[in-house]
């Protein structure tokens, strides 16, 4: 910006050209200045409009469904159209067994590939593996549930807790596994090294020192998969099915919170309606819980091993 | 990596420690040997077991495209590409064509992105660009809150608060106020279950995913890239749009085509508001159909073998796009990640 004064000095009679010149940058400065602003506030905006529909979901949430919460709620069965009350108790149970199914599978297989991409990093195999758990991950969980109905229910002739959970279970195996690779990652190698110096073989040395420091981490993962899982519907349809009963029977169809929201919702009854509201604040609940377990499982263990 | 070699204390592998510390290595007796071969059998075993995890991965990938194209083969086989293009869907006699779904996906997922984008853009940008260090976490934490809320519970609270503001409002704004209901995108009555919806919701479920990837993109560009523009000259803003933007811009591009991947395939949320009708419409407030939405929507009361197949030929046609999607939407990303290492 010194450069007018310099150049007038040089051709003394040109001021009138230059004092315009200084004009206009002055004025495109002041314009760059404020559109600077502007984008500020525009970005500003953006993103606090992205954020409220976070707010007004979950406020009506709580608006319309803690209302209908008691424990009846957690302990009943719903009640037939036109008696009032009721709950929601065979879905919860039945989305915890779920759950619990779809862990049993995701989670051993995800972190055993996890293990596998972060000691073998850079070889072909891993590097498809990883692409492709990451293609996996963004797959429609309804093409997951359309897997599972050709590939357990039609064999076995009848829908089944069992199949809706392997299908969950396998929405997790990527999640997990990419995770776990990442937290296996940022284990120090010096860890590792102190383990093999000392005579550790490498299996030992992967499981007792790498795998158990990047423990709090996986953990973690596991709980995010899980919280993610926890509100799939559309694999249900074609699995678990629904059940107006309670049930634990892994070969039999079972209710689930997120499946029996969706037949409440799209039914025209309101005492169905206000128990989707307050299933749904159940659920969300429940997803909440898990992640912020999972978020202080990584904070108050791996953060501070890490440092 | 593991040679037989490698399994005995691997000394090579501690540089930084000094050589008077290391250890003297015990002659080689019978012991020492029993020893190795334990240990490199252990390793054998556990590089055996891992393995099959991993590969398990491609293997669960071929094996849900073989099962889906399985499931929809009779109704492939009878309609051929013929498919993709027809309108007709009827269970009694037999037709069926996935042409009105196909379009419903396509308009609702694009509708989608033209929403979300710049709102999670402008996320991704506030959170890399503008926002203090404490408010980071924070605003971070609420937009990814945002992809933990359950489709179905979007689609609860789409039918029960965002269908009626629609109708009495946002509709007839566009088609009255604006005078826009002469024009073919905004013609007929306004019900509320309709395109607008599915996209409108759609678009509230992706910001998410296309800010986090935005956001981590946006992040990892230098910070010499950014003190360079504004050293020379550059306000903030014309520093985030002439140098770290277009650092990042390929990066972008793959988080917002993962969102669409994401919008391709939702199901309950859009199933609950598009308005289920098997029909092709320009016009926004009409119901539509999209291919996961129909499977979801006539699974249960499929009857006929051919019906459920079209349903399977759905999710096949379904399987394809995303698949395409998603590999176009890692690679752009993955591009980004190896240059910025």
Known sequence: ?307 | MIGPGMADGAPGLAPSASPSSLPLTPGPTAAHAVSIAGRSLGDRIFRVVTTAFAISIPLLLVLIALEVVVAAWPALARFGFGFLTSSAWDPVRGEFGAAPMIFGTVVSSVLALVIATPFALGVAIFLSEYAPRWLRQPVAFLVDLLAAIPSVVYGLWGVFVLLPILREDVMPFFATTLRLGNTPFFSGPAYGPSMLAGGVILSIMIVPYISAVSREVLMAVPRSQREAALALGATKWETIRDAVVPYARSGIVGGVILGLGRALGETMAVTMLIGNRHEISASLLAPGYTLASVIANEFAEATTELHLAALMACGAVLLGVTLIVNVIARWLVWQVGRDAR
């Open chain 1, 1 to 307: 910006m010194t450069s007018p004064r310099a150049v007038q000095a040089r051709r003394p009679r040109n001021t009138g050209s230059q004092r315009a010149a200084a004009d206009r940058t002055a004025r495109s400065l002041r314009r760059r200045r404020a559109s600077n602003g502007v984008m500020r506030v525009v970005v500003y905006i953006a993103a606090l409009i992205a954020t409220l529909p976070l707010v007004f979901i979950l406020g009506h949430l709580l608006k319309e469904g803690a209302s209908s919460i008691n424990l009846d709620f957690f302990t009943e069965l719903p009640k037939p159209v036109g008696e009032s009350g009721g709950g929601m108790g065979n879905a919860i149970v039945g989305t915890l067994l779920l759950l619990g199914i779809a862990s049993a599978l995701g989670i051993p297989i995800g972190v055993g590939a996890g293990m596998y991409l972060a000691e073998n990093k850079g070889t072909k195999l891993s590097n498809v593996v990883r692409f492709l758990a990451d293609v996996l991950n963004g797959l429609p969980s309804i093409v997951m549930g359309i897997f599972a109905w050709q590939f357990l229910v039609r064999p076995m002739g009848q829908f089944s807790a069992l199949s809706g959970g392997l299908a969950l279970g396998a929405m997790m195996i990527p999640l997990v596994t990419r995770t776990t690779e990442e937290m296996i990652r940022i284990v120090p190698s010096s860890l590792r090294e102190a383990a093999l110096a000392l005579g550790y073989a490498r299996w030992r040395t992967s499981l007792t020192v790498v795998l158990r420091t990047a423990l709090p981490g996986i953990v973690t993962g596991a709980l995010v998969a899980t919280a993610r899982i926890a509100g799939e519907t559309a694999p249900l349809i074609f699995t678990a099915f629904g059940n107006q009963f309670w049930s634990v029977a892994l070969d039999q169809p079972i209710a689930a919170l997120p499946h029996q929201i969706y037949n409440f919702a799209i039914s025209p009854y309101e005492d169905w309606h206000r128990l989707a509201w307050a299933g749904s604040l159940v659920l969300i609940t429940l997803i909440l819980v898990i992640s912020l377990i999972a978020r202080f499982a990584t904070r108050s263990k791996f953060g501070a091993a890490n440092d």
